[in-house]
Structures are given as structure tokens and as C-alpha cells.
């Protein structure tokens, strides 16, 4: 899960601007604009609302369009030649996506639960790039931390047994939460299934599910529902997570 030193210092928003009402305005790549320039960034494309269980993209689609998730979570994975699913990634509110080097898509998004996204067309999106080099920079620190997450997966699924994967797991999405909504790191919440956690951690959904009882039976976590996590001891989850217990 990526990581940011630092968060701009927002600028109010009049009232009637198109993103006065944006809960994650604060945690989203546009944050870094000035009023004027994040109207002008809004205007760029429509607000798109799907429901869960709907597809944003499929592999080998056209890149033809970016988007910032505003609401709600999706998956991202690729089907292997065997059949196989391999789960890279989860994206929540505040996430980028949909830049890509290549002229179609690596990976298929589908979405978790009910979701919404700030849509903006390709080409209108690399010129408005152009102009701001703020939020081209922001971008760039992004995609930076992005490909640091992705090199600690590969120690993850290398290096780590199926109870230190999921112990890491759940401190990455607790960081995710204090740095991008500023809350409580004690409550981790779970949209995807337990199979997808398992796709994501080269697992199968039987040793997913049996990591979780050995961490709620050593009283490192509680489950407080399926989709809710309680951590209730951080320092001994991180021993966990790094097999020093």
C-alpha cells in the first residue's frame, strides 16, 4: 500500500463548485489544484456510478480514459493461461487509475461494491497534464510509491508464510486508512472476499480463512463481521507479520 509524505494543504471551495461536495478531495491526485483549476479539471469528464460486481475494464481494452475512484473499491487481476486468477491489486476512494505506457489495459477492474469515479478522456486528461505540473508531479510520486508496493509483494509472496501474508495484509490496508481518511488504524475494513484476499496472496480461501483464526486465537485481531477486522494488538500483528513470533 503506497504511502505520502506529506498531503497538501487544501483551499476552500465556494459554494456551487463542482467538488464542494467530494468526501475524498483531500486524499485524490487533484488535490494539489487551486479552485480555478480543479473546476477546470472537473468539467473534463463525467461522474460514473457503477454497482458491484460490475466491470470498469477488461484486459485488452483501449486506455481511453482515466479515472479517480471517489467512492467505493474494485480488483484488479489478470486471468492466467491455466485458468488461475491472479488478484495485483485493490484500488478505494482517493486511488488513480487507467494510466498506462500501453494502448490497452494489463489488467481487468471489477468492482467490489456500488462505486463512483471521476471519468476523464485520455488524451483531454495528458493535455490538462501538460498545463498543471503539480498534478503532474503528484502523479509521478504516486506511480513511484505504486511501483515500491509492487516490489514488497514480490518479498510477500516469495518470502513470507500464509500467516505473515495476512498479517502484513491487514497492517497495509490499517496504514492505508490513517494515511488517506486520517482515522482510527485499530479498524481495518475488508470489502473484497476472502477468496480475492487469497488471489492476491498466492493462497487458497481455506488458508486465508485458517490465518485468520490463528490470528483471532493468539488475540491479535477480532473479527467483528466478514468485512470488519479490529486489530487489537498492533505490536504483536507486526512480530507477526514479520515471523518473529
Known amino acids: 500500500m503506497r504511502t505520502l509524505e506529506t ?3 487544501l483551499e476552500s471551495l465556494p459554494s456551487g463548485h463542482p467538488c464542494e461536495h467530494c468526501e475524498i478531495r483531500g486524499q485524490a491526485p487533484c488535490s494539489v489544484l487551486d479552485c480555478n483549476a480543479l473546476a477546470e479539471f472537473k468539467r473534463l469528464g463525467p461522474t460514473l456510478r457503477l454497482s458491484a460486481g460490475q466491470t470498469l475494464f477488461r484486459e485488452g481494452d483501449p ?28 484500488k478505494f476512494a482517493g486511488d488513480f487509475l487507467g494510466i498506462s505506457i500501453d494502448e490497452e489495459h494489463r489488467f481487468t477492474a471489477d468492482l467490489i ?9 485520455r488524451n483531454r486528461f495528458a493535455a490538462f497534464l501538460g498545463e498543471h505540473p503539480d498534478l503532474e508531479y503528484r502523479l509521478y510520486r504516486l506511480a513511484a510509491h505504486e511501483l515500491s508496493a509492487a ?18 495484509f491487514l497492517l497495509n490496508l490499517a496504514d492505508r486508512r490513517r494515511q ?3 482515522l482510527s488504524t485499530t479498524s481495518v475494513e475488508l470489502p473484497m472476499s476472502r477468496s480475492d484476499i487469497a488471489d492476491y496472496l498466492g493462497l487458497t480461501k481455506e488458508t486465508v480463512s485458517r490465518a485468520f483464526s490463528v490470528l483471532r486465537s ?28
Open 218 to 245: 493468539r488475540r491479535l485481531i477480532r473479527l467483528k463481521t466478514m468485512h470488519q477486522v479490529e486489530i487489537l494488538d498492533r505490536p504483536a500483528l507486526e512480530r507477526a507479520a514479520e515471523g518473529l513470533d
Open 113 to 121: 461494491e456500488d462505486t463512483e469515479f471521476c471519468s476523464f478522456p
Open 180 to 182: 488517506f481518511a486520517e
Open 7 to 9: 498531503e497538501p494543504k
Open 151 to 168: 516490489e514488497e509483494q514480490f518479498v510477500l509472496l516469495g518470502r513470507k508464510s500464509a500467516l505473515e501474508r495476512v498479517a502484513t
Open 63 to 90: 486506455t481511453s480514459r482515466v479515472f479517480t475512484l471517489t467512492k467505493g473499491s474494485l480488483k484488479l487481476y489478470r486471468l492466467l493461461a491455466d485458468g488461475r486468477r491472479q488478484v495485483v491489486g485493490f
